[in-house]
């Protein structure tokens, strides 16, 4: 009981494939307030930005709408003539502020977690609307922290505005000795960097709160060993399909490999243990290569089908064992074979043309081939 307690444990990081599944159903790790920093900073950057341009419209909007005659004032169509200068003024200002607000407030939301698309959260759900589950979530673990952290944000932006307006004490209180427009220009610098500043406070709290999103998203993910097993399971396959595939895969490769043994030129064998099937074509390759190769049972197929379609064994048994080892299948034979593999070939072709009558019997290749040292197992 105690070991199937543990195995329900949620101990194991979440796999590739959880963290796959959780971005489809939307579930990614996000911060809220990366994003309220980002919305802030945007505004204040895009005030610094255009808040000249903005002031200088407000400025010439104000004054031709307190600038209009008395003829102007109670003429009811004379409103509708200052729209359109009205909206000339206003048009480009606005319109880079909005821009520049809406890129960055769409940039901080998404840097996190990246941009997904998921239909799942329009789906009604029943524990949503459950009052104990609202109950529990106004009480559990994560009201706790948004509680911590709207306690943080405020402690952090009091005490920035307290430090910000301990600074510029001295300027705001010269403020009333200027004179107009320049006090007013002086007021809106000192109001956008003032803000600025203030946001720039909140990014305290966003170095903390991305972490921890970051933290716990990957806990809510976390699996039990179970799960993990499952999961191999369903994506690798049962042990014992996988098995029956591999066994199928090396029934393939060897019935492959066993069509190729009559097109081979000759069998060199140990003579019982191993059995090596060479085929020499100038078309292909430069240099023999290995056509088949095998140990114990799978020698003895390659001796039985080389008898059954004619082709010529030579005992050879340091050659054999050094080919088996050193060259793959398809493979050429190895620089340092190349004599002693050119005197069996020669030897089986010198045997092919004797028995055609167009030759003498050559003679049989001696039992030990001049093989080097770092081939000879």
Known sequence: MAENDTSQERTEEPTGRRLEQAREKGQVARSKELGTAAVLLAAA????????????????????????????????????????????????????????????????NIILGGLTFSSNG????????????GFKRMFGVQALVELTKAIAKFSV???????????????????????????????????????????CSLLIIVAIDVPFQIWNHKKQ????????????????GKPEVKGRVRQMQREIAMRRMMAEVPKADVIVVNPEHYAVAIKYDAKRSSAPFVVAKGVDAVAFKIREMAREYDVA?????????????????????????????????AYVFQLRQYRKGRGRKPTPIPLKQPIPDEFKY
């Not at 759900?125 to 009052?131: A, E, L, Y």
């Not at 009091?158 to 007013?184: G, K, M, Q, R, W």
């Not at 993910?221 to 690798?236: A, G, I, P, S």
């Open 45 to 108: 950057v895009g005030f610094l930005m255009m808040g000249s341009s903005l002031a200088k419209a407000l400025h010439n909007v104000m004054s031709l709408a307190f600038t209009q005659s008395r003829v102007q004032i109670f003429d009811p169509n004379s409103m509708l003539n200052i729209w359109m200068p009205i909206a000339r003024e206003l048009v480009l200002p606005v319109l880079g502020l909005v821009l520049v607000l809406a890129a960055l407030a769409f940039a901080g």
């Open 221 to 236: 993910l976390k699996m039990t060993k179970q799960e993990v097993k499952d999961e191999y399971k369903d994506t690798e």
């Open 157 to 199: 932006v009091a005490l920035a505005a307290y430090v910000l307006l301990s600074f510029y004490f001295e300027d705001i209180i010269h403020l009333s000795t200027e004179n107009l427009p320049s006090n007013v220009y002086h007021a809106l610098d000192l109001l956008v960097w003032m803000f600025l500043l203030l946001c």
């Open 313 to 345: 064994i030579v005992s050879a048994p340091p050659l054999a064992r050094a080919i088996y080892h050193s060259t793959k299948l398809n493979q050429q034979v190895p620089e340092g074979l190349f004599t002693a593999v050119a005197q069996v070939l």
């Open 122 to 133: 329009l789906i009604p759900k029943g524990s949503k609307m459950s009052p104990i589950a």
